[in-house]
């Protein structure tokens, strides 16, 4: 069993910025859940869902890119392949204090296959490395990039291993590595998270390689004996459904990863901080329940937690405000 304890006490180690991160997360993870996780840990780096750079070049770029304050450490993931549209998109990025512009190209969808960017750019790596240059000649906050081991059935190492290298010799020095293929063609993206086994030994294997590039591990990962043990073998570990699903574990990462004291945050000042917040978004247009859903998990395993999901998800209440929600459900608990 892994320790409890950071496993280093190296202050580089405990506070490398990409030491615990919550993954870009499609519809999932936008600037209402990042607020949410936000309060319960202060310094897990947080990712936007992925934004395709169309939408910021030729949409209204400040619906995707606005976010609160305390979201740092933050960065925008971008979905595109042009070198010179995924520079524009970086410029913006740190227009707007991204401390972080990421480059998917992991994502296997058909959809994000036919725009000819995702998973599909592991094909050709020079374009990426061309990519690479162009958003790092464009900002001096960091570039990155988030991809798989491989393409759909070929488990050789070295396409990965040359994809690293060439694109560590464009400039990018982190790489975020989800540890399972991307089968492209006959899986669906949720298909593609689960049937590809994962091989951690391959992510292994590039921080072995590459010992000078800052190697982080994604995919399978569920609880804290997980992220300690990987933490022994890469410098960083990113965390996706579960920490969307299970949001309460997040409160325990500064404390278990990050060398923190332990705030011991209770469930119900976090509901009141998050209501507190939406309420404030409320105001603004935002719909409740959009907000509401990022929170559902927060009482998983606690009594009454099937009750509370149900008044929160319930649209009979998307009127309201947030804080009224919240005083039928502390009515209801007063009346049990």
């Not at 994809?163 to 063609?185: D, E, M, S, T, Y």
């Not at 086994?197 to 072995?208: D, G, N, S």
């Not at 945050?265 to 105001?283: G, T």
């Amino acid at each position: 069993m892994p320790s409890t304890n950071p496993p280093s006490d190296n202050a580089s180690a405990l506070h490398n910025p990409w030491r615990l991160c919550v993954a870009p997360m499609l519809d999932w993870t936008d600037r209402d859940c990042r607020f949410l996780h936000r309060l319960l840990t202060r310094h897990a780096r947080l990712y936007t869902e992925m934004i395709h750079v169309g939408a910021l070049l030729h949409g209204d770029a400040a619906r995707w890119l606005q976010f609160d304050a305390c979201e740092h450490p933050v960065a925008l993931q971008l979905g595109g392949s042009d070198p010179h549209d995924l520079a524009s998109a970086a410029r913006l990025a740190a227009q707007w204090g991204y401390d972080e512009v990421n480059l998917n190209c992991g994502c296997p969808s058909e959809r994000v296959q036919r725009g000819s960017f995702g998973a599909c750019l592991m094909r050709e790596p020079q374009l990426v490395a061309d990519a690479i240059k162009a958003m790092r000649d464009a900002v001096t906050i960091p570039v990155t990039v988030k991809h798989r081991i491989g393409l759909d059935r070929d488990e050789d190492y070295a396409p990965v291993r040359d994809f690293v290298g060439l694109l560590a010799q464009a400039g990018c020095a982190v790489f975020i590595v989800h540890a399972r293929n991307a089968w492209l063609k006959g899986l669906s993206p949720k298909e593609n998270r689960e049937v590809p086994p994962l091989r951690y030994e391959v992510v292994q294997r590039l921080k072995a390689d590459f010992p000078r590039l800052t190697i982080v591990v994604n995919g399978g990962i569920r609880d804290s004996a997980q992220v300690h043990a990987h933490l022994q073998q890469v410098d960083g570990v990113m965390v996706g459904r579960e920490a969307y699903h299970n949001p309460w574990w997040l409160s325990r990462w500064d404390a278990e990863f990050f060398g923190m004291p332990d705030k011991a945050l209770r469930v119900e000042d976090v509901e009141r901080a998050y209501v507190d917040y939406m309420d404030r978004r409320f105001r603004e247009g935002a719909a409740t329940m959009g907000m509401a859903r990022h929170m559902l998990g927060l009482r998983n395993g606690q009594p009454g937690a099937r009750r509370w999901r149900q008044l929160w998800s319930d649209h009979r209440h998307k009127h309201l405000r947030p804080s009224q929600i919240l005083a039928m459900h502390r009515d209801g608990m007063t009346q049990n």
